[in-house]
């Protein structure tokens, strides 16, 4: 009896096995057959598989080079890595500065009338600086084009006390619109609005910093209560989380109505303290708006221009901001030319000297393989490909040196954060400051890269195999 069930065990588990083996081989055909029909359907280029393996060899030829070298690798990334941190680091800073963030998060449609220049027909004596209420709220906030056109101060000061501790505060005077052209988040309350202004009210939106230092957080809503401000009394309306103070047309510790105290929005005459924040409904609209200004101020009369004095000449632009920054330097094309060339011999030199020195340890290293290279051009290898060889490598390297520096520089822009040197600062390594890292890294590794391999390319079958 046991024998009989244990054939009819041993015959079943041969027959489920035979199916099994039977449905993997059916299956394995399948698969072959429908491989087959894609690659036919989808013909991918010899050419590109070709290139596909040649480049996976030459990076794991690299890789191989790196680890057999240990000193002339930690060179190698030491200079790639600490020149990169350096230029992504300040590509973060330059981002914060002239980029689109918090609270100024409308700046890619944002023109800026900040400066006010009086000159004479001889441009040998000029008066410059920011306008008036009155004068931008007659030739800016008129205009039709932009979708809003806010009025803000520039920055001020004045004096809070707390427990008889002075604070010093940075005050900003600004219209409604202010808070319809910006960003800013508000953490309790809402911004005063054309009522508040007309109406002349005594109320102030804070930042939460302020909020702190003196209402001392004691977790209750700060909204309806009083804060003294150069001995006069405020309605707290709301609180925002604060600006970076590099962004200086919207950094403060407390905003007022214009109407307020001290703001001097009633005096006449062109210069002034105030500046205009005009938001355009898309960047294609900021040509028409620059011309619609620009006529407003073709249509000042003289005497108003000259204001008494011997000024003829008046010029005031609706500008985009890092153009409205640039020109607080430069006074015409010429200088602006000068800058850029400036700037561009100095990111060069910075990325050039220590591609040479690179260039003279990547010499080094390709030299120790010079037998290599002779036994493969004896082989027929063309110097066209050892160069793009050597040249790929030496663009691997570099990007394993630029995946160190953002690493560093990720560390970096965290304590600049969080170190309290800029108040509420933001740097970020975000998409643009990315894709600038990968350019730089490709154009470090071409500048330190190219010159070797070129030599090396080129140097000839018995001299290579004699060193």
């Not at 394995?28 to 991918?44: A, C, R």
């Not at 980029?99 to 004596?125: C, W």
């Not at 050597?390 to 822009?413: K, Q």
């Not at 965290?414 to 933001?426: E, K, L, V």
Request: proline content about 4%; hydrophobic content about 45%; aromatic content about 14%.
């Amino acid at each position: 009896m046991s024998i009989q069930i244990l054939s009819s065990f041993s015959f079943e588990g041969g027959l489920i096995q035979s199916l099994k083996l039977s449905l993997i081989h059916s299956f394995k055909i399948n698969i072959q057959s429908f491989s087959h029909s894609v690659i036919h359907s989808f013909p991918v280029p010899r050419r590109l598989i070709h290139s596909l393996k040649m480049l996976s060899n030459y990076i794991k030829i690299a890789w191989k080079v790196l680890l057999r070298h240990p000193f002339y690798t930690f060179i190698t990334l030491f200079g790639i890595s600490l020149t990169l941190t350096v230029l992504m680091v300040l590509t973060s800073f330059l981002d914060h500065l002239f980029g689109t963030h918090y609270p100024e998060g409308k700046r890619h449609r944002m023109l800026y009338i900040a400066t006010v220049t009086q000159t004479d027909s001889a441009r040998e004596s000029r008066s410059m600086g920011p306008a008036t209420f009155n004068f931008l709220k007659k030739y800016a906030k008129s205009m039709k084009t932009p979708e809003r056109v806010a009025i803000l101060s520039n920055f001020s000061f004045s004096n809070t006390y707390v427990n008889g501790k002075r604070i010093k505060l940075n005050t900003k005077y600004t219209d409604a619109d202010f808070w319809e052209v910006t960003d800013f988040v508000f953490l309790e309350g809402k911004p005063y609005n054309d009522l508040n202004i007309k109406s002349g009210d005594h109320v102030a939106v804070i930042t939460d910093a302020l909020k702190k230092q003196y209402f001392e957080d004691d977790g209750k809503t700060v909204v309806g209560r009083n804060i003294e401000i150069e001995n006069i009394n405020y309605k707290v309306i709301g609180v925002v989380k604060g600006s970076p103070a590099t962004r200086v047309y919207t950094y403060s510790d407390v905003y007022f109505p214009y109407t307020a105290p001290k703001s001097n929005y009633e005096n006449k005459g062109i210069r002034g303290s105030f500046i205009a924040m005009v938001l355009a409904k898309s960047p294609s609209d900021f040509a028409a708006i620059q011309s619609e200004f620009d006529g407003n101020i073709g249509r000042i009369p003289l005497a108003e221009i000259q204001e008494g004095q011997k000024y003829s000449i008046l010029i005031v632009r609706a500008e985009k901001y890092f153009d409205h920054f640039l020109d607080a330097f430069t006074r015409n094309p010429a200088q602006k030319f000068f800058f850029y060339t400036i700037s561009f011999l100095v990111v060069l030199m910075f990325m050039g000297l220590p591609a040479i020195n690179l260039v003279n340890v990547n010499v080094s290293r390709i030299l120790e393989r010079a037998s290599e290279i002779g036994v493969r051009k004896a082989f027929g290898a063309p110097s066209k490909a050892l160069l793009w060889q050597f040249i790929i490598e030496n663009i691997f390297i570099t990007f394993i040196g630029g995946f160190i520096a953002l690493s560093l520089s990720f560390m970096i822009i965290q304590m600049i954060n969080s170190s309290g040197w800029i108040p509420y600062a933001d740097l970020t390594i975000n998409v643009s400051v990315f894709l600038i890292s990968i350019l730089v890294c490709l154009v470090f590794g071409l500048l330190s890269g190219v010159l070797p391999a070129y030599r090396m390319s080129k140097l000839k079958i018995a001299d290579a195999l004699r060193q």
